[in-house]
């Protein structure tokens, strides 16, 4: 049995695919003429096999993505597109690597250049084909993430959370990884499609080999190469037991997110793709209080159009119908990169040029992404977060973008939700400290525990060595959020919280003491979240949270903590 860092509950039975990484180097080079043919040759057949593999893909797919499969065999087969490439070849006499390189991006760019929305974004399907070509031609294993065979196992060194984002979910039964942390995007987002995943574990894509039958437990972190019958014994009735338990949360589907005495509060789901908040309202989340609009940027090759963004949000807006969905602008930087936006290296990410620094800085691309947030909110019930504020300033240059952007659609007539509610995420001390002061010129707060506690700490979120020290117990940590949700309730304005904190039912007493309005989590946490409120007494949490206050060490918090839900 072999040993990692559980990061997503659960049991999966299946079939390692190891992805491995691979380094492309495009090389020019300067061919003869009696290789043109040779070259030729080896183009069409690159583009045969990309054919022939997305036929086979067709037939497993319908709607929407055989749509985007039936357009690909259409570019594919377009002799304008190809003749750029065999020209380069022919009268160039370039390679085939890079004649694609050359053919396909002068294609691409023509294709970006229309002014029809719809077509510009097309390029994108372009440059896709292109690198899927570039695969064959180099021999590239490649494989791909979003077309999976049943019950897989993906081992990865570390997954990008834009890899996850592509990830076929309904194939994967877990995911091991030997990087990364709890609180990694790509963690996160194992969680929301409840599939179980295991980091930490050392040399992992050298230990198996594909095909290796495995069997996971994403709770301990547990690993059975070619399980036993006692083995897959023992973890079936771990998974008869997590059924059961979800069986028993089945009752709290249909009551109110309130406390013994009366407090309502509010139990949201933090979602990464719009398709997801299917997933928020299948787990009865009452609204979405963070859209992490991000991944909609890292699924993609290139930078989205307003449009593709107003079509996300729209999905959004009208799947959640009446309930409120918070839509958070580009939180780019830190761990997450945006390769086509070309940002240096920093030496410090976590603190540097982030969110929504890079937006400010950025305003045509803050502003596409504001104007498809506002067309979408004419469809349901929308809100806006900026994330990352750390002054005054910077939530009122953020707020005079809006205010350039409806002044736009409004002389374009173009109507969206008037009454749009403004929001800012208190994820740095220094925001959480003027609370009061941000709360006047706001419209509610949303508590970000996972980047507040590494920058109270200064621990950075997604470093093992020093994971110990990364903790939610913190009293500095505490006291933080009581300063922003007392500074919330200064002005009337809701406090919510979309750290991962706010799912832990350990936690849970603690910020419902404090006065927490909206709690954001991952979906699948809800119902525990909805049976953990309704057992509590809202005055017995105060009390309990005034006693936490007075503490001096993370260890006596979590202690006391768990002494008060055991009891
Ligand atoms: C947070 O920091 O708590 C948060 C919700 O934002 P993210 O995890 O996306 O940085
Ligand atoms: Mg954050």
């Known amino acids: 049995m072999l040993k990692g860092k559980g990061v997503s509950n659960g049991i999966g039975f299946g079939n390692i695919v190891i992805l491995k990484k691979v380094e492309r180097k495009i090389e020019k080079k300067t061919i003869e003429s009696a290789q043109v043919e040779n070259e030729l040759e080896r183009l069409h057949e690159a583009l045969r096999e990309v054919i022939d593999e997305t036929e086979i893909q067709m037939k497993h797919i319908s709607g929407t993505e055989a749509d985007i499969m039936q357009a690909y065999l259409m570019i594919l087969q377009d002799p304008s597109l190809i003749s750029e490439t065999e020209n380069a070849i022919k009268n160039?006499?370039?390679?085939?690597?890079?004649?694609?390189?050359?053919?396909?991006?002068?294609?691409?760019?023509?294709?970006?250049n229309m002014d029809d929305a719809y077509m510009a974004s097309r390029s994108r399907d372009i440059l896709d084909?292109?690198?899927?070509?570039?695969?064959?031609?180099?021999?590239?294993?490649?494989?791909?993430?979003?077309?999976?065979?049943?019950?897989?196992?993906?081992?990865?060194?570390?997954?990008?959370?834009?890899?996850?984002?592509?990830?076929?979910?309904?194939?994967?039964?877990?995911?091991?990884?030997?990087?990364?942390?709890?609180?990694?995007?790509?963690?996160?987002?194992?969680?929301?499609?409840?599939?179980?995943?295991?980091?930490?574990?050392e040399e992992a894509t050298k230990l198996f080999k594909d095909g290796d039958s495995v069997a996971i437990n994403g709770t301990s972190g547990e690993i059975y190469v070619n399980p036993t019958e006692e083995e897959k014994q023992k973890l079936l009735t771990l998974e008869k037991q997590l059924e059961e338990e979800k069986t028993e949360l089945e009752k709290y589907r249909d009551k109110e997110s309130i406390t013994k005495d009366g407090t309502k509060v509010k139990l949201y789901a933090n979602?990464?793709?719009?398709?997801?908040?299917?997933?928020?309202?299948?787990?009865?989340?009452e609204g979405v209080g963070l859209l992490r609009s991000e991944f909609l940027y890292m699924d993609s090759d290139t930078m989205p159009t307003e449009e593709d963004q107003f079509e996300a949000y729209k999905q959004v807006a009208e799947i959640m119908k009446d309930k409120e969905a918070i839509i958070r602008t580009l939180d780019i930087g830190g761990d997450k990169d945006l390769k086509y936006l070309n940002l240096e290296k920093e030496a410090n990410p976590f603190l540097g040029y982030r969110a929504i620094r890079l937006c400010l800085d950025n305003p045509k691309i803050f502003k596409i992404q504001?104007?498809?947030?506002?067309?979408?909110?004419?469809?349901?019930?929308?809100?806006?977060?900026?994330?990352?504020?750390?002054?005054?300033?910077?939530?009122?240059?953020?707020?005079?973008?809006?205010?350039?952007?409806?002044?736009?659609?409004d002389n374009e007539n173009v109507s969206y939700d008037k009454n749009i509610q403004v929001g800012i995420m208190i994820e740095i001390p220094s925001a959480a400290l003027i609370a009061d002061k941000l709360a006047q010129e706001c419209d509610f707060?949303?508590?970000?525990?996972?980047?507040?506690?590494?920058?109270?700490?200064?621990?950075?979120?997604?470093?093992?060595?020093?994971?110990?020290?990364?903790?939610k117990y913190h009293p500095a940590v505490i006291k933080l959020i009581k300063q922003a949700i007392d500074g919330a309730h200064l002005s009337n304005i809701t406090c919510g919280m979309c750290g991962e904190a706010a799912g832990d039912p350990l936690y849970i007493p603690l910020l419902i003491g404090l006065g927490l309005d909206e709690f954001s989590m991952n979906s699948n946490n809800i119902l525990r979240a909805r049976r953990t409120i309704n057992n509590l007494d809202k005055e017995i949490c105060k009390k309990l949270s005034e006693e936490i206050l007075q503490m001096a060490s993370a260890e006596e918090v979590e202690k006391r903590l768990r002494e008060f839900v055991n009891n």
Not at 92 to 112: K, M, R
Not at 150 to 160: D, G, K, Q, S, Y
Not at 167 to 183: A, C, Q, R
Not at 388 to 408: D, T
């Open 92 to 112: 160039s006499h370039y390679n085939a690597e890079y004649a694609v390189e050359v053919g396909f991006n002068s294609v691409i760019q023509i294709f970006e």
């Open 129 to 201: 084909i292109k690198n899927r070509v570039l695969g064959k031609l180099l021999k590239e294993e490649t494989i791909d993430l979003s077309n999976l065979k049943p019950n897989t196992i993906i081992v990865a060194t570390e997954l990008t959370t834009s890899e996850t984002a592509k990830l076929d979910f309904k194939n994967v039964s877990g995911i091991i990884t030997e990087m990364g942390g709890e609180n990694s995007h790509t963690s996160i987002m194992a969680r929301t499609h409840t599939i179980p995943a295991i980091t930490k574990v």
């Open 271 to 285: 979602i990464g793709l719009p398709s997801d908040a299917e997933i928020a309202l299948k787990n009865t989340a």
């Open 370 to 409: 504001l104007r498809a947030i506002l067309r979408a909110s004419a469809f349901g019930k929308l809100a806006i977060m900026f994330p990352m504020i750390s002054s005054i300033e910077e939530l009122r240059a953020a707020k005079q973008v809006l205010e350039e952007c409806k002044k736009e659609l």
């Open 445 to 471: 707060f949303s508590i970000g525990t996972n980047d507040l506690i590494q920058y109270t700490v200064a621990v950075e979120r997604g470093n093992e060595k020093i994971s110990k020290l990364y903790t």
